[in-house]
C-alpha cells in the first residue's frame, strides 16, 4: 500500500450527521453513474434536512430528480428503475410518510428477488428519517422501523454516529437488494469523526460495542443508542456502574451474536428504543437474549420504549412519554437491584 494510499484510508473529518450522508451519496454518485436520487424537493430545495445541499448543481437534474407529492409514486418508480439496472436512492420526508408507500415497500421490493426466483433484483435504497419529540405531534413522531424489519427480502439499517450514516449508507448502495436506511431527526446536527476514504463502509448486519462495559448491557439503536452513551456515562460518573452498550446498527439482519456475548459477559440487559415497546424491536431483542443467554441472565431483561399512546403535543407530556434518560437510568438501576 503507497503512502498515499495509507494517508487516505487515515483520514478523517469531523462532521454533522446529515454531512456525512452527503459524503456518502457524493462518493456514490461520482463511483457509480447507476446511482441518482429522487423525493420531494431533493434537487432545488436540497431535500427536506439538506442532506442533499449541492448535488444537484453537481450532478445535474437527471440524476437529482424532484418528484410530485406520491409517496406511491416515486417509490414505485424507484423500484421499476432498480429492476432495470439502475441504484436509485429514494428520500421519504419521515418515515410517516412510508406508510403511504408501504404496498410498495413491502409487497413489490421485498419480494422481488424471490418471486422472480433471483433472475431479477431490487437494488433500492429509502432514505427516511424517523423520531420521536420535537413537538411535531402524534402523525410525525413515530417510529415503524420494526414493522419494516419483520419483512423478509427487506434489510433495515439505522445509524447513530456520523461514521456509521456514510458507512451503512455507502453499504445499502452497493448492495443488491432494496435496502431501508432510518436516519434519526434529533441526530441531524450531532458530530463525530468520520473517515473520508471512498471506500469506508459498514457491514450491514453487523452490530458494534459503543462502549465496553462489565455491569450491565444496554442494547439500542439509533437515537436511543446516543441516550444510553449518556446514561452510561452518567452511570459510571454518579455510581461506579459500568454499563456497556451495544448499538445494533443493522435491525435487519440482526446481529444476534454480538448482543448475546455483551449479555452473556454481564449476565443483565436493558433494551431502550424509541418506538412503542409492544411488539417493537425491544420485543425482539430480549426475546432473543432470552433464548441465547438464558444460563446467563442474573435478573429479567428490562425493556424501555416511548409510552403505548399517539405522541402528546404538550412539551410536558411529550417529555414524560418517550424513553428519557431518566427512565432508562432507572430500568438499569432495576436489573442491579438498586431501586
Not at 410517516?96 to 422481488?112: G, R, Y
Not at 405522541?311 to 407530556?317: D, E, M, R
Request: glycine letters at 8%.
Amino acid at each position: 500500500m503507497s503512502a498515499a494510499q495509507l494517508d487516505r484510508e487515515q483520514a478523517e473529518a469531523n462532521l454533522t450527521y446529515r454531512e456525512a450522508l452527503r459524503l456518502a451519496l457524493r462518493e456514490e454518485m461520482a463511483r457509480d453513474q447507476r446511482v441518482f436520487l429522487l423525493g420531494e424537493e431533493v434537487g432545488l430545495f436540497e431535500g427536506a434536512y439538506k442532506v442533499s445541499a449541492g448535488l444537484l448543481a453537481e450532478f445535474g437534474p437527471d440524476r437529482v430528480r424532484d418528484t410530485p407529492i406520491s409517496e406511491a409514486g416515486f417509490t414505485g418508480a424507484g423500484i421499476g428503475a432498480a429492476m432495470l439496472g439502475q441504484r436509485p436512492v429514494v428520500e421519504i420526508m419521515t418515515i410517516n410518510f412510508l406508510l403511504i408507500a408501504m404496498d410498495q415497500v413491502i409487497n413489490h421490493a421485498a419480494k422481488i428477488r424471490a418471486m422472480f426466483g433471483g433472475q431479477v433484483g431490487c437494488p433500492l435504497v429509502i432514505r427516511t428519517p424517523n423520531g420521536a419529540g420535537n413537538q411535531l405531534t402524534a402523525q410525525h413522531s413515530q417510529c415503524f422501523e420494526g414493522w419494516f424489519a419483520g419483512t423478509p427480502g427487506l434489510k433495515v439499517v439505522a445509524p447513530a454516529s456520523p461514521a456509521d450514516a456514510k458507512g451503512l449508507l455507502k453499504a445499502a448502495i452497493r448492495d443488491e437488494d432494496p435496502v431501508l436506511v432510518v436516519e434519526n431527526l434529533s441526530i441531524y446536527k450531532e458530530r463525530g469523526e468520520v473517515p473520508l476514504d471512498p471506500d469506508f463502509l459498514v457491514p450491514i448486519g453487523r452490530a458494534a460495542v459503543a462502549r465496553e462495559g462489565s455491569d450491565v448491557s444496554i442494547v439500542a439503536h439509533s437515537f436511543a443508542t446516543v441516550r444510553a452513551l449518556a446514561v452510561a456515562d452518567r452511570l459510571a460518573d454518579r455510581r461506579d456502574i459500568s454499563a456497556e452498550v451495544v448499538d445494533l446498527r443493522s435491525l435487519r439482519p440482526l446481529d444476534v451474536q454480538t448482543v448475546a456475548d455483551s449479555v452473556s459477559k454481564t449476565n443483565r440487559a436493558v433494551c431502550v428504543e424509541e418506538g412503542w415497546p409492544s411488539y417493537g424491536v425491544t420485543a425482539e431483542i430480549a426475546a432473543r437474549i432470552q433464548h441465547a443467554c438464558f444460563d446467563d441472565l442474573d435478573a429479567p431483561v428490562e425493556r424501555v420504549g416511548i409510552a403505548e399512546v399517539p405522541l402528546p403535543y404538550a412539551k410536558n407530556l411529550e417529555l414524560a412519554a418517550v424513553p428519557s434518560e431518566d427512565r432508562i437510568e432507572a430500568a438499569v438501576l432495576h436489573t442491579l437491584g438498586l431501586s
